[in-house]
Nanobody, 129 residues
Framework: EVRLVESGGGAVQAGGSLRLSCTAS????????VAWFRQAPGKEFEGVAWIRGVDGITGYADSIKGRFTISKEGQNTVHLQMNSLKPEDTAVYFC???????????????????????WGQGTQVTVSS
């Protein structure tokens, strides 16, 4: 059974840092792409970052570029390091994955919800000013 569990959320002041973790089971990261999305109150669902597991290639939304870093650790964990946090980063953060049936190198990274088949339950990040 494929499962994704997020952890590491919490409350922090503006300018601070948090590291989110996504722990995967039922598949290995090298066979997939994993992304982080977020849902802020009153705002649209937003893709934040993705990583292709087999080679570690990454992509980021413009809104967080230079502040957030996505990385993998081993075959079952993906992290999202968030630095220089702003109040507008306050949201529930979700981990999502797509598992490749064919060559992973054919996959073009996208931050579109429909690209990902498996989702975690989310973790709250609150940034105060």
């Amino acid at each position: 059974e494929v499962r994704l569990v997020e952890s590491g959320g919490g409350a922090v002041q503006a300018g601070g840092s948090l590291r989110l973790s996504c722990t995967a089971s039922g598949f290995i990261i090298d066979d997939s792409a994993v992304a982080w999305f977020r849902q802020a109150p009153g705002k649209e669902f937003e893709g934040v970052a993705w990583i292709r597991g087999v080679d570690g290639i990454t992509g980021y939304a413009d809104s967080i570029k230079g502040r957030f870093t996505i990385s993998k650790e081993g075959q079952n964990t993906v992290h999202l390091q968030m630095n220089s946090l702003k109040p507008e980063d306050t949201a529930v953060y979700f981990c999502a994955a797509t598992i490749f049936n064919l060559s992973p190198f054919a996959w073009v990274g996208k931050l579109e919800e429909r690209e990902y088949d498996y989702w975690g339950q989310g973790t709250q990040v609150t940034v105060s000013s």
